[in-house]
């Protein structure tokens, strides 16, 4: 195990404190490992993942990571597969320190414009929330809604209509696309 | 917009030694029934040394038309061709093509430039004239002038206020979905005149009207920063409302235009503030753990209506101004939305949500006698002519790429596509312009 810890021990030091993090970092570090024996020679040399992401872009955090989670209708309540894709973000952000992040929280097109703007905004709290539970520290984050004014899907069904109910952690307080 | 270019007399005394008549008109429309049969008027072209006198007599055919109140006889019907407007018509040929009403004018260009239109309104069974008016304006002006004529034909006949001398802000839209350019535009309510009010990349959402027309309040994105916007219309002069930590969205003016209403997002609740504009001290009106939107003022500006989901689905509530008394009113299946107070004070307008479709509804103050007005895939947003009598709303069918506007009757009958260049949503309707 000793040659996965490339990090200075510092770093280490510093992780020991959280044994849920240490136990994730290593996690992903074998996973990268494992990954890599089907990789091309060059992508290899220039160090990145299976997808083209360099780590700590992102890239690697939209791809590799996940930026956006799912709310159900009408709903704020972090689900059990939001919840593993925000304890990645965090595990990611406390990785890569550099980066503030916006919360967009967004809105299906099932419902009227003002209600929908408060709901885009209580699903990027609830967001925000969780992630200052796992660590990322508050004045790293900003929320904004855009309710039902921006979807990502537009069709007329619930296949869409999914999609749109989401909370999409942006770094460095861009918006998404 | 223009308000100060326009120049509006109404000369009754001129006409009035011609309407001798009594009060007791035989053409008359009573709108409380409901579906109504349409009165037919016979709109004849102005008299007048151009193509004036045609459009003039248009616009007033078109209003009268799309109120679903009056069906305007075929010219080609018409068999006497009025050349001389000051002398009676001739009653009995315009009751054989069974118009009951009749109406005859002139336009003039007087040698100061201004335009010069004058009207009469004839009753063809009752063999008298029920108005007559002239109105001086300039020419750019000529569709308002008719707006104006059709309000008085409209008023004289079914008793009520006229709604045609009206404009209607709202969002125009344009792009794909998920990359919409908004802006907003204002109109005349017949869709004519439309003129951009903005032109940023930012989204903008719901302008309103104050109450003298001249501003709109509105939601804008500017900055990143989703707040409300207060702008003059005259001199495009916009401003921020208030600096709040939070989110600001929903606004409508007081009826008195001395306050703006909203909601401040405040972490994952949003509550009612009024803002007045000149001390720009807030007063907060509801302290909940929940959404409480979409607030609207009696037209006394005793009470406002709003929504909230702090019973678990967005539901109306009734307050005083001050905050106090806050009552549910809505309790049928589904979810309400959008209240409105109507400028009459009778009713509310709402957006409802049920079983997968959205409605547009009324129901009074107190909750009691719901009506819904009409159904679709995605009805939302109503607003109310100045009269009270018709509603004005967005509906996005089911596959369409965008929104438009509609109206529809306060009886639910006659309900009309608003023409619009573009996607057009959030209609907020004008009062009657001065």
């Known amino acids: ?177 | 917009m223009k308000r100060n270019l326009l120049k509006i007399l109404t000369l009754l005394a001129a006409f009035i030694a011609a309407s001798c008549g009594p009060a007791w008109a035989l053409v008359e429309i009573n709108i409380n029934k409901g579906n109504v049969q349409p009165l037919p008027i016979a709109i004849t072209d102005f008299v007048s040394g151009d193509a004036m006198g045609a459009n003039i007599s248009q616009v007033i055919a078109a209003d009268l038309k799309r109120s679903g109140l009056f069906a305007p006889v075929d010219k080609k019907a018409f068999i006497e061709k009025i050349s001389n407007p000051d002398q009676p018509p001739r009653f009995e040929d315009w009751r054989v093509i069974n118009a009951q009403a009749l109406v005859t004018g002139r336009v003039v260009k007087e040698s100061d430039g201004r335009l010069r239109a004058e009207f009469r309104l004839w009753d063809t069974f009752a063999g008298q004239q029920m108005i007559g008016q002239q109105f001086f304006t300039q020419p750019e002006n000529w569709r308002r002038v008719a707006h104006i004529i059709a309000d008085a034909i409209y008023e004289k006949i079914t008793g009520e206020q006229g709604y045609f001398d009206t404009r209607i802000v709202f969002v125009s839209e344009s792009g794909p979905k998920t990359d919409r350019k908004r802006e907003l535009a204002i109109m005349d309510q017949d869709g004519a005149n439309v003129h951009a009010l903005t032109n940023t990349n930012d989204i903008v959402l719901t302008p309103r009207f104050s109450p003298n027309s001249q501003e709109i309040t509105y939601m804008s994105f500017e900055g990143g920063q989703p707040r409300v916007y207060l702008l003059q219309l005259e001199t495009g002069q916009r401003e921020v409302v208030g600096n709040f930590p939070g989110m600001t969205f929903a606004p409508r003016f007081s009826p008195d235009g001395q306050r703006v209403i909203m909601s401040l997002q405040e972490g994952g609740n949003s509550n009612i503030y009024t803002m007045d504009l000149r001390s720009r001290t807030t007063t907060r009106l509801t302290a909940t753990q929940a959404i409480d939107t979409s607030p609207s003022y009696s037209p006394d500006g005793r009470r406002i209506v709003f929504e909230s989901d702090r019973g678990g689905r967005q539901q109306l509530y009734v307050m005083n101004a001050d905050g106090s008394g806050q009552t549910r009113i809505s309790f049928g299946d589904g979810s309400y939305s959008t209240p409105v107070w109507s400028p009459r004070g009778d009713l509310i307008a709402f957006t409802k949500q049920s079983g997968g479709k959205f409605s547009i509804g009324v129901m009074k103050p107190d909750g009691s006698g719901e009506r819904i007005l009409t159904t679709s895939f995605h009805n939302e947003g109503p607003t109310w002519a100045p009269n009270g009598r018709v509603i004005m709303f967005f509906r996005q069918n089911a596959g369409a790429a965008g929104p438009q506007l509609y109206s529809i009757d306060l009886s639910g009958y006659n309900e009309q596509l608003v023409p619009t260049p573009s996607f057009a949503s959030d209609p907020a309707w004008s009062p009657l312009l001065d």
């Open chain 1, 1 to 177: 195990m000793s040659q996965t810890m490339n990090p200075g021990m510092s770093r280490m030091q510093k992780l020991a404190r959280n044994p849920v993090m240490i136990a994730t970092f290593l996690a992903l570090s074998l996973a990268g490992c494992a990954s890599k024996k089907g990789l091309p020679d060059n992508a290899s040399e220039l160090g990145l993942g299976a997808n083209g992401a360099a780590p700590g872009s992102s890239q690697d955090f939209t791809v590799n990571v996940g930026d956006r989670i799912f709310f159900d209708t009408d709903s704020s309540s972090i689900r059990a597969d939001a919840q593993a894709t925000l304890d990645r973000q965090a595990q990611w952000l406390a990785q890569y320190p550099q980066y503030p992040i916006t919360i967009e929280g967004h809105a299906d097109e099932r419902g009227t414009r003002e209600y929908n703007l408060a709901l885009g905004a209580r699903r990027a709290e609830a967001t925000r929330q969780y992630l200052a539970s796992r660590g990322v520290a508050a004045n790293r984050m900003r929320t904004i809604s855009y309710g039902k004014e921006k979807p990502v899907a537009v069709c007329d069904d619930i296949s869409c209509w999914s999609q749109n109910r989401r909370a999409v952690t942006v770094l460095g307080g861009g918006v998404s696309q």
